[in-house]
């Protein structure tokens, strides 16, 4: 049976980036953020096949009345997902996430897959974190204060992080945790480790980069529409010398005790 895939921790943690490296293994689909296409209106949004919503082969199926999907819910839209490409993939990527209105998702989606499931965790420093928050808010020109992003992101990082450590504690053999900083530094490494976490008939592991074939990405930062090569993968670590001090400060506090446990100091 094709087995769900799912990447909690917060945003801004290179969870595109992971999802994108996945599909270097051409039994994976990468379907983004499956949480935020679940409105009508989605349909006009382009995938990162290159093609619009509507005429995608993954998500065009499911703007068809005359097709009972339901996509009322997260859960129904991942289940439905399942169905229609079990056929076709051993491996189905949702990088929805674990921050906030998300943080239960995969439980609720265990109960429904049992053994056909994993929560990878996806993790980053905090601080790097609200620094990328604080400068995509400034790219889309809204005039945020920084403080407020810092607080409102370390905050969040520690929720979305919780959330993992909670489903791993329960589900252990089912909860896999990969580190931003160790993935961009040794991309074939992680992904071999975390295809051997995975239990399956078909030949997991890292081949060649990934073509948009098995890419289908409604949701997810720049990087899903484009053309990515191992050797242009390196840590963004921009936030040590241009993050200003009480920020970086601000971010360490309202994060401090998953901070210690991670060991970012």
Same mark, same amino acid.
């Given at each position: 049976m094709t087995?769900? &895939?799912y990447i909690g921790g917060y945003g801004h943690s290179g969870s595109t980036l992971l999802e994108y490296l996945m599909t270097? @293994? +051409?039994?994976?689909?990468?379907?983004?953020?499956? &949480?935020?296409?679940r409105r009508d209106w989605q349909k006009t949004r382009k995938c990162s096949c290159g093609q619009? !919503?509507?005429?995608? +082969?993954?998500?065009?199926?499911?703007?068809? #009345?005359? /097709?009972?999907? =339901?996509?009322?819910?997260h859960t129904g839209l991942v289940l439905t997902l399942l169905q229609?490409? !079990? =056929?076709?993939?051993? /491996?189905? &990527? =949702? $990088?929805? #996430?674990t921050a906030w209105t998300h943080a239960v998702a995969p439980f609720k989606l265990r109960r429904k897959l049992d053994q056909n499931f994993l929560l990878v965790h996806i993790l980053r420093d905090p601080r790097a974190v609200c620094w990328s928050i604080i400068k995509r808010s400034k790219r889309v020109?809204?005039?945020?204060? !920084?403080i407020l992003l810092s607080v409102a992101g370390a905050s969040g990082w520690t929720v979305a992080n919780?959330?993992?450590?909670?489903?791993?504690?329960?589900?252990? *053999?089912?909860y896999h945790r990969i580190r931003y900083e160790n993935l961009v530094c040794s991309c074939p490494d992680v992904l071999e480790s975390l295809?051997?976490?995975?239990? $399956? #008939?078909k030949s997991l592991c890292f081949n060649h980069m990934a073509t948009n074939q098995n890419r289908h990405q409604l949701f997810g930062n720049r990087l899903r529409s484009q053309k990515l090569s191992l050797? @242009?993968?390196?840590?963004? *670590? *921009?936030?040590?010398? #241009?993050?200003?001090s009480p920020h970086r400060r601000l971010a360490r506090v309202f994060s401090w005790g998953l901070c210690n446990r991670y060991g970012y100091f």
């Open positions: 087995k769900l &895939v270097a @293994n +051409p039994e994976v689909i990468a379907c983004g953020e499956i &949480v935020n296409a619009s !919503a509507e005429s995608c +082969p993954v998500w065009g199926p499911l703007f068809d #009345k005359s /097709i009972k999907a =339901d996509r009322r819910n229609q490409l !079990a =056929d076709r993939y051993a /491996i189905i &990527v =949702d $990088s929805s #996430k020109g809204q005039r945020r204060n !920084a919780l959330a993992c450590e909670l489903f791993g504690w329960f589900y252990p *053999a089912q295809f051997r976490k995975i239990p $399956s #008939k050797e @242009n993968i390196s840590e963004d *670590a *921009a936030w040590r010398t #241009k993050m200003p």
